[in-house]
């Protein structure tokens, strides 16, 4: 026995460690800006062994003395190739050239990241390139609405920025901007997401398959990553739209050491506004509403081994209303204001160290801090011109929000190349702001005054996780990611905990084809409340009490790739996902009454989710995009609400259709063109109408119809669909590139749904149908042309 533990063991450290083995390591960047480079791959054809650079452009891989031949390659860059003798530890840095003849790259080995190879599934890394290139609503390219074109994910209302992943609510996404949650994406309502596409440098979503890294949502993580900036010298663009202008700034403070990256964007209907309100106005107004969003972010390199990082980011949107006016009362002189403010935004900042503890240990500290606040204020005083005396006064003002303080730590270790391992834990203080309003009311000649608080205190609240995941290479055929995450959350005296293992395999049928598959148990302590079917301010975040649990979810995930040639992927996925202790109002419930005794408005249940998922994808050519197609399920069940049964969840779509299509016809002209179909979403209507009779010759006795609604979602609105497209036209100037935009939403005009409303009939439809009532639907966007221009330098 003592023998056999002595092989087994003898065994097991032959897998981590190599005779007179040694470790290449470096960064791998862009050639004329220095931006590292995320995903890069790095492989070495003669032991068929690779790696990939981590979220700072870093890589490690550790090989037996000798000579060898490293290529270094990423989407859209020339491959770069490298002879290395290697005797000794050896720094290799690459720094890679774009590559504008897109047809002629050649793809060289395997990608060790490529959807064929990698071991993730269930993830979709998307260019930034592809994210300006696509038409978008009004003009602007928006992030989260290229997401929605994805398989798996449904998108709310018409023209909202709302994820709905794989049968998950809105509030079950995790975004991360520079790695801080991002509680509010949306702008107007949904109609715009909060993120700058001229700030972003990666954009990377999963929805299934879940790293250990990765925890606190049940549906989704979209992971975003901001510029760092140019290190060589100045660059920059603008652009002026319709609705919004922007500004991107980047460059060294000092060069190869530090620099900086800056965006600005607002719109500015309320600016172009305000003289025609002030011509028409008998009194001194002012109103209007926009939105403004401010990205920035400092990189440093202290040494070879170290570098710090500060970001930030800050938006708002703002409706506002004030007037001014002067009138005579009693033969005195008055003069009135009126003043109202409605308000809400993030905030997020992150600050973060990366040092090379050694040639294969990697680590990364962040503080990170994010705030979202909805305000509202209302504000009405009178001043007595003759007197100077004060007269009436009345106010109103609502806050709410939550607000973050937290340290990450996280580590790469790549002790041999089968074995990349990733490690570390994080902390986090929130403070959630259920809502307080404050009321004052100050009336002249009456001798009470009325100054109230109303609401609920502060809720605070500790979260915290540790997690390992090693993603292992057994033997040529086949990779396994495992990993485990463990999560406490500390609430009113009250300590959750969970542990969430995480599996992922992929096995290579031939060199062209690759089968995987997936589990992830997630875990959520904070829950969003809303009564609403679209993306309002109001909607609150609160958190795991003692009698509201965290919800939970298990999802298996089962699939394949296969690569139909060098530039073209197909891959097929089949998800089954359960969830329980969901959220939804009682009913009648809403947020109506602040959120005073929120507890007792909801009820908790339990949902599940299956599908299919079909992407044909062409990442590499003048054309490229993809064409995807999803059939899925999505049910809930509470014991109170839709007499215990199960019913279809609001956003379940049967079948979902995507085509994606970029073409660059030369240097000066592009097009973009996206198409959607979807089953309708599941509404609740009233199946009949039921009169109250009542007792016959009762004096003042009057009759009481009451709609019956049966099923809770039981009827389909129509199907969705709708075509956008753009035109880009190019045309370099003597200090940079100009560009034309001009696109359409809802290029034929399709009247999609918004909502449905029965409403009474005229007398011809009365007389053509024998019906007094209908039902109609609300449209919001017929066809929209839009046009910008931009200048980048």
């Not at 109202?340 to 990364?364: Q, V």
């Not at 054309?623 to 199960?646: H, M, P, V």
């Not at 609105?717 to 956008?724: A, G, I, Q, T």
């Not at 753009?726 to 560009?739: A, C, L, P, S, V």
Request: proline share 3%; with cysteine.
């Amino acid at each position: 026995m003592h023998k056999f533990t002595s092989i087994c063991l003898l065994l097991f450290l032959s897998q981590l460690t190599f005779a007179q083995s040694f470790t290449i390591r470096g960064y791998v960047s862009d050639q004329s800006s220095g931006e590292r480079l995320l995903n890069a791959n790095i492989y070495e054809k003669q032991l068929l062994k690779g790696t990939i650079t981590n979220s700072f452009g870093f890589y490690s891989l550790t090989l037996p003395k000798g000579n060898y031949s490293l290529t270094c390659s990423f989407v859209g860059y020339k491959t770069q190739h490298l002879g290395i003798n290697l005797q000794k530890d050896t720094v290799a840095d690459f720094e890679l050239t774009a590559d504008t003849d897109l047809e002629e790259i050649t793809v060289v080995g395997q990608h060790v990241d490529s959807k064929l190879t990698s071991t993730q599934m269930s993830k979709v890394d998307i260019q930034m390139e592809k994210i300006q290139g696509l038409p978008g609503f009004l003009g602007e390219a928006d992030v989260i609405k290229t997401i929605q074109l994805l398989p798996g994910v449904q998108s709310g209302t018409e023209g909202t920025s709302g994820l709905y992943v794989r049968g998950g609510g809105p509030d079950q996404n995790l975004i991360l901007l520079d790695d801080v949650p991002v509680y509010n994406a949306e702008h107007l309502f949904g109609f715009f997401s909060v993120f700058n596409p001229d700030a972003i440098k990666n954009v990377s979503f999963y929805k299934g398959g879940f790293p250990a890294r990765f925890g606190g949502r049940l549906s989704s993580v979209l992971d975003i990553r901001m510029k760092d900036g140019n290190d060589q010298e100045l660059h920059g663009n603008f652009s002026i739209g319709l609705i919004a202008s922007k500004l991107n700034l980047e460059g060294p403070l000092n060069k190869g050491k530090t620099t900086f990256n800056f965006s600005a964007r607002r719109t500015y209907a309320d600016l172009v506004a305000r003289p025609f309100i002030k011509k028409t106005s008998e009194n001194k107004e002012v109103g209007g509403y926009f939105f403004q969003d401010l990205n920035m972010k400092i990189s440093h390199k202290i040494s070879d081994r170290s570098r710090i990082y500060l970001s930030a980011y800050s938006g708002k949107d703002k409706a506002y209303y004030r007037s001014e006016s002067s009138y005579t009362e009693n033969e005195e002189r008055w003069q009135s204001k009126d003043k109202f403010h409605l308000g809400w935004g993030n905030i997020t900042t992150a600050l973060r160290w990366n040092y090379l503890f050694s040639n294969k240990l990697f680590g990364n500290t962040t503080l990170t801090y994010s705030r979202y606040l909805f305000d509202v204020q209302e504000n009405t005083s009178s001043k007595n011109l003759t007197t100077g005396k004060k007269g009436d006064e009345y106010s109103l003002s609502y806050r709410s929000g939550i607000e973050d303080f937290g340290l990450k730590m996280d580590f790469d270790y790549s002790p041999v190349p089968n074995h990349r391992i990733k490690f570390g834990g994080n902390v986090t203080d929130h403070t959630f702001k259920p809502g307080i309003m404050a009321n004052k009311e100050d009336y002249l000649g009456n001798t009470s005054k009325i100054d109230t608080t109303i609401g609920n205190p502060d809720i605070h609240a500790q979260e915290l996780y540790a997690y390992i995941e090693d993603n292992m290479d057994l033997g040529s055929r086949l990779s396994v990611n495992f990993g485990l995450h463990s999560s406490g959350f500390l609430v009113e005296n009250k300590f959750y905990t969970s542990l969430q293992p995480r599996l992922s395999a992929r096995v290579m049928a031939s060199d062209r084809m690759s089968f995987k598959a997936a589990y992830s148990k997630m875990s959520q302590y904070i829950h969003l409340l809303s009564s609403s079917t679209i993306s309002l301010p109001t909607d609150l975040w609160l958190p795991t009490t003692k009698k509201i649990k965290p919800q939970t979810s298990h999802q298996f995930a089962l699939g394949g790739v296969y690569q139909v040639n060098r530039t073209i992927d197909f891959s097929i996925e089949g998800f089954y996902k359960t969830m329980s202790n969901l959220l939804e109002y009682k009913e009648g419930a809403s947020f109506v009454g602040a959120s005073t005794g929120w507890e007792d408005k909801v009820e908790m249940g339990k949902g599940w989710s299956y599908g299919l998922e079909f992407l044909l994808e062409k990442k590499i050519g003048k054309t490229t995009g993809w064409i995807g197609y999803t059939w899925s399920k999505a049910e809930r069940q509470f014991d109170n609400l839709n007499w215990g049964k199960k019913f279809y969840a609001r956003y379940d779509r049967r079948h979902d259709i995507s085509l994606v299509m970029t073409h660059k016809f030369s240097n000066r002209f592009d097009i973009g063109l996206t198409w959607v179909y979807g089953t309708g979403n599941a509404v609740t209507l009233p199946t009949q109408n039921i009169t109250s009779i009542g007792i016959p010759h009762v004096q003042n006795f009057t009759s009481t119809t009451y709609e019956y609604y049966g099923q809770r979602n039981n009827y389909r609105m129509p199907s969705y669909h709708r075509m956008d497209v753009g035109f880009n036209f190019h045309k370099q100037k003597k200090h940079g590139i100009r560009t034309w935009n001009i696109g359409f939403y809802n290029a034929y005009s399709r009247q999609n749904p918004f909502f449905l409303f029965f409403d009474s009939t005229s007398d011809e439809e009365y007389q053509s149908t024998g019906k007094s009532r209908v039902l109609k639907q609300l449209s919001l966007f017929p066809i929209i042309p839009s046009i910008s221009y931009s200048y980048k330098f």
